[in-house]
């Protein structure tokens, strides 16, 4: 009976270890089902870089703000990120590893409209909430029940332009834009609302989005004789049309877009970025802003945690990242997780004051801001001016 006796109490202590091994694992399953989990898909490298890079610290950085804070509802937020490197078929690819092995609640990004319409019917067919970072107008018109966007629209940037341009007493304009998604939405835009400033558009012209030189198409712009011209893309090539435009001595006024408004623009323009106007978010004028300005708090902070967490300038699309993680925090509370009450709650969320703009979601509005999310900003001895 002794080595009987031994062996139950020798043994007793392994149960005992045993038994406590299951139950906290049980604990910790427990635990970790309680999270909230929720994807990113941002072109944190490769040539949209600027784009994604910001985007995916913004989230990263969001997330552990809203759970120091004790998350929502009690639940942590998990964030599942992939780069998808500015592809398309990389971009649905990561979608459906978030939908199918993930299982995240709602996805945020991508980077750049093409890559945000690229995963729009996977997004639909899996009745996913779905916020994209991108600005292209088609994200969100016509409306689609599941997908919104955070980015200033192209509608609000061309009409920011436009008055800028129309007080200044201008007629004629030359557009050049990139051919893509992004380029031919703001092509679309720049055309339809030009008679509604008084507005002319005298020479369309195109370019690709890996061309190294713009002299042909800025050429052909210059001999219709324009007061203004205008550049829609995003980097590298409104940087070569500006260049190209420095060095064919083309002195009249360039307009970028919105799609330009980081300080990666200026590093890649260089001189050639000096007197260039553009409409941003306020983030890059923040400490230019009154004190009356209902973003000028929220702007404050995020550059702070930014700035101090990453050690490197903010840009505005990060903001957008920013303003998605806020956004989907907001509309996740009281759901316990249930993606069609997430998605009603984002399509009626009010007054939410973000980077990018004040936001008012309604189900006819799934972008949610008005023209006072932008200002106009001049390059000056590289850096951002407001102009009143």
């Known amino acids: 009976m002794r080595p009987?006796?031994?062996?139950?109490?020798?043994?007793?202590?392994?149960?005992?270890?045993?038994?406590?091994?299951?139950f906290s694992s049980a604990a910790f399953c427990g635990a970790a089902e309680k999270n909230y989990k929720i994807g990113g898909i941002f072109s944190v490298?490769?040539?949209?870089?600027?784009?994604?890079?910001?985007?995916?610290?913004?989230?990263?950085?969001?997330?552990?703000?809203?759970?120091?804070?004790?998350?929502i509802d009690g639940h942590m937020i998990e964030a599942v990120?992939?780069?998808?490197?500015?592809?398309?078929?990389?971009?649905?690819?990561?979608?459906?590893?978030?939908?199918?092995?993930?299982?995240?609640?709602?996805?945020?990004?991508?980077?750049?409209t093409p890559t945000s319409l690229a995963v729009i019917p996977r997004v639909q067919q899996s009745e996913i909430p779905f916020i994209s970072c991108a600005a292209g107008n088609k994200i969100v018109e016509p409306v689609k029940p599941w997908v919104f966007k955070?980015?200033?629209?192209?509608?609000?940037?061309?009409?920011?332009?436009?008055?800028?341009?129309?007080?200044?007493g201008m007629k004629a304009l030359g557009i050049i834009t990139v051919e893509n998604a992004f380029g031919e939405s703001g092509k679309e835009q720049l055309l339809d609302q030009a008679p509604e400033f008084g507005l002319q558009v005298v020479r369309s012209e195109t370019f690709g989005g890996k061309d190294s030189d713009m002299t042909a198409q800025?050429?052909?712009?210059?001999k219709e004789g324009p007061d203004a011209i205008i550049c829609w893309g995003t980097n590298p090539g409104?940087?070569?049309?500006?260049?190209?435009?420095?060095?064919?001595?083309?002195?009249?006024?360039?307009?970028?877009?919105?799609g330009v408004a980081s300080p990666k623009f200026i590093e890649?323009?260089?001189?050639?970025?000096?007197?260039?106007?553009?409409?941003?978010?306020?983030?890059?004028?923040?400490?230019?802003?009154?004190?009356?300005?209902?973003?000028?708090?929220?702007?404050?902070?995020?550059?702070?945690?930014?700035?101090n967490r990453y050690d490197t300038s903010v840009s505005g699309f990060g903001g957008y990242a920013y303003d998605a993680v806020n956004l989907l925090a907001k509309a996740l509370e009281g759901t316990g997780g249930d993606r069609g009450q997430i998605r009603k709650n984002l399509e009626n969320i009010k007054g939410h004051v973000g980077v990018s703009g004040v936001f008012n979601f309604t189900p006819a509005d799934h972008n949610g801001l008005d023209p006072d999310a932008f200002v106009m900003v001049r390059i000056k001895n590289g850096t951002w001016t407001l102009v009143k």
Not at 218 to 222: A, N, Q, V
């Open 45 to 71: 490298t490769g040539p949209a870089s600027f784009l994604g890079d910001p985007e995916k610290k913004s989230m990263e950085m969001a997330v552990e703000q809203i759970n120091n804070n004790g998350g």
């Open 218 to 222: 800025l050429t052909k712009i210059r």
């Open 268 to 307: 890649l323009a260089g001189k050639a970025a000096e007197d260039i106007l553009l409409p941003t978010g306020k983030i890059l004028v923040a400490d230019l802003l009154p004190e009356s300005d209902p973003q000028k708090r929220v702007l404050t902070d995020y550059i702070k945690g930014y700035e």
């Open 4 to 22: 009987l006796t031994k062996c139950k109490l020798n043994w007793m202590p392994v149960f005992i270890a045993a038994v406590c091994l299951v």
């Open 150 to 168: 955070t980015a200033q629209s192209d509608i609000l940037a061309v009409a920011s332009i436009y008055q800028h341009i129309k007080n200044q």
């Open 238 to 258: 409104p940087a070569v049309v500006a260049k190209n435009i420095d060095q064919l001595g083309i002195d009249i006024p360039l307009y970028q877009s919105h």
């Open 81 to 112: 990120i992939y780069d998808t490197e500015g592809d398309p078929s990389k971009a649905v690819m990561s979608v459906s590893k978030l939908i199918n092995r993930d299982r995240v609640l709602a996805i945020i990004g991508p980077s750049r």
